[in-house]
C-alpha cells in the first residue's frame, strides 16, 4: 500500500491542522477589526434606477465571512473528513472507466477549474459547459451554472452519475472502494461505516466547503475592507467606486461572495462548437431530450435555467458567477466565451450581447460609455479580488492507496 512521503506528510497535516482551527480565529480577527471594517454599497442613484427595475435589494459588499465548520449541520466538517474528502476528489475510481477524477475538471493548476472554453467531459464526450471554479462554492446555495442543487453533497452525486462528468453508478464507486483497506479504516474512523456513497458525497463537500476556500487576509480587496488603507492602490479604488457605480457591477456582483445567485441572460454569445463540432452538438441535443424538451432535435443551444424550469422567461438565463479569485479562474461565462478581464468588460460596456431573439436578456444592462481608462481603473479592481496565492495548494498532490493484494478483513 502507498503511503505519503514525509514531506507530504507533513505539508498535508500543517494544513489540515489549521482548519480546525480557523473558525475561530477568523472570527477573532473580523471582531477585533469590526471597528475598522467598510461596506462597499451602490451608489444611491443606482439604487433608484434598479428599483424602478424591479431590483428591491441590493446587498452591500463586505470582507469575506469565516465559514463555520458546521455550515452543513448535517456534515459538520473535521480535518480527517477533508483529508479524505480530497483524496476522493483526486480518485479516478470515481468515474465509470475508472480514468475521470474531479480534478480532470477541476484542476489545481487551472484555479480548481479548467483552462478551455468548455470542458472536456468524460471519455468520449465533449461537454458543453465551461468547468468553473471548485473555489468557494461552501459558500453557495445554487450549484452548477443554472442552480440545479442546492448543497455540495448533492452537487458531488450530480456531477459523478452524470454522463458527461463521471458516468459511475454508486454501487461500482462503492465496491472499488471496498477494495482499498485504507480507505476502509477512513470510513470507518470518520463516519463509522464502510465506504457508501452518502459518506463519499459528504467527504469531497466537506473538501469543497472548508479545503478550497478564500483566507480573506490573503485578498487585497478583504484587507481593505478589513481597514488596511495600503492594500488598495489608488487605480483600484477608482474601479472599485465604478463598480458600485456607473458600471453597475454590483447590481448582480453583491454580497461578500460578489454574486446574489440569481439568474440572467446577458447575451453572452453562443459558441460554434455547437454547430461545427458533432460531440459537442450531440452533448446540447442531449442535454434537451434528458431535461424534457421534446423537440430536442432541433435544440442547438444551452437553454440554462429553462432546463429546471420549461419557463420561457429562462430562456438562456444563468446563474451569476462570483468574481473571487477571479484572476485565477479564466475563462469566463458558462460556456468560455472570454478569457480575459478585459474581453468582459467590453461586453458589458456595450450593454451586453444580442437577445438572440429570445426576449429574455436582463433590462438591468444597457450601454456603460466607460473611458479607456475607466476600463483599465475597472480591470484593476477586479484583480484585487484574488487571493496573493491560489488557496487550496496544500491539498493538491495526494497520495492515493492502493487496493488489497490480499484478503480484506
Given at each position: 500500500?502507498?503511503?505519503?512521503?514525509?514531506?507530504?506528510?507533513?505539508?498535508?497535516?500543517?494544513?489540515?491542522?489549521?482548519?480546525?482551527?480557523?473558525?475561530?480565529v477568523?472570527?477573532?480577527y473580523?471582531?477585533?477589526?469590526?471597528?475598522?471594517?467598510?461596506?462597499?454599497?451602490?451608489?444611491?442613484?443606482?439604487?433608484?434606477?434598479?428599483?424602478?427595475?424591479?431590483?428591491?435589494?441590493?446587498?452591500?459588499?463586505?470582507?469575506?465571512?469565516?465559514?463555520?465548520?458546521?455550515?452543513?449541520?448535517?456534515?459538520?466538517?473535521?480535518?480527517?473528513?477533508?483529508?479524505?474528502?480530497?483524496?476522493?476528489?483526486?480518485?479516478?475510481?470515481?468515474s465509470?472507466?475508472a480514468?475521470?477524477?474531479?480534478?480532470?475538471?477541476?484542476?489545481?493548476?487551472?484555479?480548481?477549474?479548467?483552462s478551455?472554453?468548455?470542458?472536456?467531459?468524460?471519455?468520449?464526450?465533449q461537454?458543453?459547459?465551461?468547468?468553473?471554479?471548485?473555489?468557494?462554492?461552501?459558500y453557495?446555495?445554487?450549484?452548477?451554472?443554472?442552480?440545479?442543487?442546492?448543497?455540495?453533497?448533492?452537487?458531488?452525486?450530480?456531477?459523478?452519475?452524470?454522463?458527461?462528468?463521471?458516468?459511475?453508478?454508486?454501487?461500482?464507486?462503492?465496491?472499488?472502494?471496498?477494495?482499498?483497506?485504507?480507505?476502509?479504516?477512513?470510513?470507518?474512523?470518520?463516519?463509522?461505516?464502510?465506504?457508501?456513497?452518502?459518506?463519499?458525497?459528504?467527504?469531497?463537500?466537506?473538501?469543497?466547503?472548508?479545503?478550497?476556500?478564500?483566507?480573506?487576509?490573503?485578498?487585497?480587496?478583504?484587507?481593505?475592507?478589513?481597514?488596511?488603507?495600503?492594500?488598495?492602490?489608488?487605480?483600484?479604488?477608482?474601479?472599485?467606486?465604478?463598480?458600485?457605480?456607473?458600471?453597475?457591477?454590483?447590481?448582480?456582483?453583491?454580497?461578500?461572495?460578489?454574486?446574489?445567485?440569481?439568474h440572467?441572460?446577458?447575451?453572452?454569445?453562443?459558441?460554434?462548437?455547437?454547430?461545427?463540432?458533432?460531440?459537442?452538438?450531440?452533448?446540447?441535443?442531449?442535454?434537451?431530450k434528458?431535461?424534457?424538451?421534446?423537440?430536442?432535435?432541433?435544440?442547438?443551444?444551452?437553454?440554462?435555467?429553462?432546463?429546471?424550469?420549461?419557463?420561457?422567461?429562462?430562456?438562456?438565463?444563468?446563474?451569476t458567477?462570483?468574481?473571487?479569485?477571479?484572476?485565477?479562474?479564466?475563462?469566463?461565462?458558462?460556456?468560455?466565451?472570454?478569457f480575459?478581464?478585459?474581453?468582459?468588460?467590453d461586453?458589458?460596456?456595450?450593454?451586453?450581447?444580442?437577445d438572440?431573439?429570445?426576449?429574455?436578456?436582463?433590462?438591468?444592462?444597457?450601454?456603460?460609455?466607460?473611458?479607456?481608462?475607466?476600463?483599465?481603473?475597472?480591470?484593476?479592481?477586479?484583480?484585487?479580488?484574488?487571493?496573493?496565492?491560489?488557496?487550496?495548494?496544500?491539498?493538491?498532490?495526494?497520495?492515493?492507496?492502493?487496493?488489497?493484494?490480499g484478503?480484506?478483513?
Open positions: 500500500m502507498r503511503t505519503l512521503f514525509r514531506g507530504e506528510r507533513q505539508k498535508w497535516w500543517i494544513g489540515l491542522a489549521a482548519l480546525a482551527a480557523v473558525g475561530i477568523s472570527q477573532m473580523v471582531g477585533v477589526r469590526a471597528a475598522e471594517e467598510r461596506v462597499l454599497k451602490p451608489d444611491p442613484a443606482l439604487v433608484e434606477e434598479a428599483k424602478a427595475l424591479g431590483v428591491e435589494v441590493i446587498n452591500p459588499v463586505r470582507a469575506l465571512p469565516p465559514l463555520p465548520m458546521d455550515a452543513q449541520k448535517d456534515n459538520v466538517t473535521t480535518p480527517e473528513k477533508v483529508r479524505l474528502g480530497a483524496m476522493l476528489f483526486f480518485d479516478t475510481r470515481l465509470g472507466d480514468s475521470t477524477a474531479c480534478v480532470k475538471c477541476h484542476a489545481p493548476s487551472m484555479g480548481w477549474g479548467e478551455g472554453d468548455m470542458s472536456v467531459g468524460y471519455p468520449g464526450n461537454h458543453f459547459r465551461n468547468s468553473h471554479t471548485a473555489m468557494n462554492t461552501g453557495m446555495n445554487k450549484l452548477f451554472w443554472e442552480g440545479r442543487t442546492l448543497s455540495l453533497e448533492a452537487q458531488a452525486g450530480a456531477a459523478a452519475f452524470g454522463g458527461s462528468a463521471g458516468n459511475v453508478q454508486r454501487d461500482m464507486a462503492q465496491a472499488r472502494l471496498m477494495q482499498v483497506p485504507e480507505y476502509r479504516k477512513m470510513f470507518k474512523e470518520i463516519f463509522g461505516t464502510e465506504p457508501h456513497w452518502e459518506a463519499i458525497s459528504r467527504a469531497i463537500a466537506a473538501f469543497q466547503r472548508h479545503g478550497l476556500k478564500t483566507d480573506p487576509k490573503n485578498v487585497p480587496f478583504d484587507r481593505y475592507m478589513m481597514g488596511d488603507d495600503k492594500a488598495l492602490t489608488g487605480k483600484q479604488i477608482q474601479g472599485m467606486n465604478l463598480f458600485a457605480g456607473k458600471a453597475r457591477c454590483i447590481l448582480c456582483h453583491n454580497g461578500p461572495m460578489f454574486t446574489d445567485q440569481d440572467y441572460m446577458t447575451g453572452v454569445p453562443r459558441p460554434e462548437a455547437y454547430l461545427n463540432d458533432a460531440l459537442r452538438q450531440i452533448e446540447v441535443r442531449f442535454r434537451c434528458s431535461n424534457g424538451i421534446t423537440n430536442y432535435g432541433e435544440c442547438d443551444d444551452d437553454l440554462g435555467l429553462f432546463f429546471n424550469t420549461h419557463r420561457t422567461a429562462d430562456i438562456k438565463r444563468f446563474r458567477q462570483t468574481l473571487r479569485e477571479i484572476k485565477y479562474t479564466a475563462p469566463y461565462m458558462h460556456n468560455g466565451s472570454f480575459t478581464f478585459e474581453e468582459v468588460v461586453h458589458y460596456n456595450k450593454g451586453g450581447g444580442d438572440q431573439g429570445y426576449g429574455t436578456k436582463t433590462k438591468l444592462l444597457k450601454p456603460l460609455n466607460l473611458s479607456d481608462q475607466e476600463k483599465a481603473d475597472l480591470v484593476a479592481f477586479l484583480e484585487s479580488l484574488s487571493s496573493d496565492v491560489l488557496p487550496g495548494m496544500e491539498f493538491s498532490n495526494p497520495k492515493l492507496p492502493g487496493y488489497s493484494n484478503a480484506l478483513e
